[in-house]
T-cell receptor, first 114, second 111 residues
Framework: NAGVTQTPKFQVLKTGQSMTLQCAQD?????MYWYRQDPGMGLRLIYY???????DKGEVPNGYNVSRLNKREFSLRLESAAPSQTSVYFC?????????????FGPGTRLTVT | QQPVQSPQAVILREGEDAVINCSSS?????VHWYRQKHGEAPVFLMI?????EQKGHEKISASFNEKKQQSSLYLTASQLSYSGTYFC????????????FGQGTTLQVKP
């Protein structure tokens, strides 16, 4: 049981390049999230998906797109990377059932845009 | 609106207690608490829902005062493993998980 996995772990891009961050979960959780965390800061929600086939914008969606390919996978795409997108990106999967709540994060992708 | 956490940092000796506060200027539906160790992913600790009671397990618990739009995290008889940065995440409407996070409180527990 791997929980939430993210690939790649590290990435360096040049300004203007594109890339897709992959996230997969094996817990059968309905909701998945993409966050970014800048140095010394809290998490900021980029996009989330409440269930397969649905996505919604979070606090900082500009410059990103997402795809909820199936229940397991939720990818984040940077179409034209900018230095301001240098950050650590975390994917999370959540199960909410009544008062029961579980959330697990992936190990993160450390992205540097030069 | 980002919630405000206080204090920004705290240093404890093993066995001492700590309280971390999280205040919002908006009405809240839920408050989530996380701990993050340096270089690692955040770990979910607990969620407090509007109308719910104080929650916790072992020596870490939390309360949620809806009227004051505040939550507090209580760490009792702290252990070295409690060291890290604690974040609250708040949600103003229904339970969708669209959280706004505070800036974090760094806790260091010394032997």
């Amino acid at each position: 049981n791997a929980g939430v996995t993210q690939t790649p772990k590290f990435q360096v891009l040049k300004t203007g390049q594109s890339m897709t961050l992959q996230c997969a979960q094996d817990m059968n959780h309905n909701s998945m999230y993409w966050y970014r965390q800048d140095p010394g800061m809290g998490l900021r929600l980029i996009y989330y998906s409440a269930s397969e086939g649905t996505t919604d914008k979070g606090e900082v969606p500009n410059g990103y797109n997402v795809s909820r390919l199936n229940k397991r996978e939720f990818s984040l795409r940077l179409e034209s990377a900018a230095p301001s997108q240098t950050s650590v990106y975390f994917c999370a999967a959540t199960r909410m059932a009544g008062s029961s709540y579980e959330q697990y994060f992936g190990p993160g992708t450390r992205l540097t845009v030069t | 609106q980002q919630p405000v956490q206080s204090p920004q940092a705290v240093i404890l000796r093993e066995g001492e207690d700590a309280v971390i506060n999280c205040s919002s200027s908006k009405a809240l539906y839920s408050v989530h608490w996380y701990r993050q160790k340096h270089g690692e992913a955040p770990v979910f600790l607990m969620i407090l829902l509007k109308g719910g009671e104080q929650k916790g397990h072992e020596k870490i618990s939390a309360s949620f005062n809806e009227k004051k739009q505040q939550s507090s995290l209580y760490l009792t008889a702290s252990q070295l493993s409690y060291s890290g940065t604690y974040f609250c995440g708040t949600e103003g409407s229904s339970n969708t998980g669209k959280l706004i996070f505070g800036q974090g409180t760094t806790l260091q527990v010394k032997p």
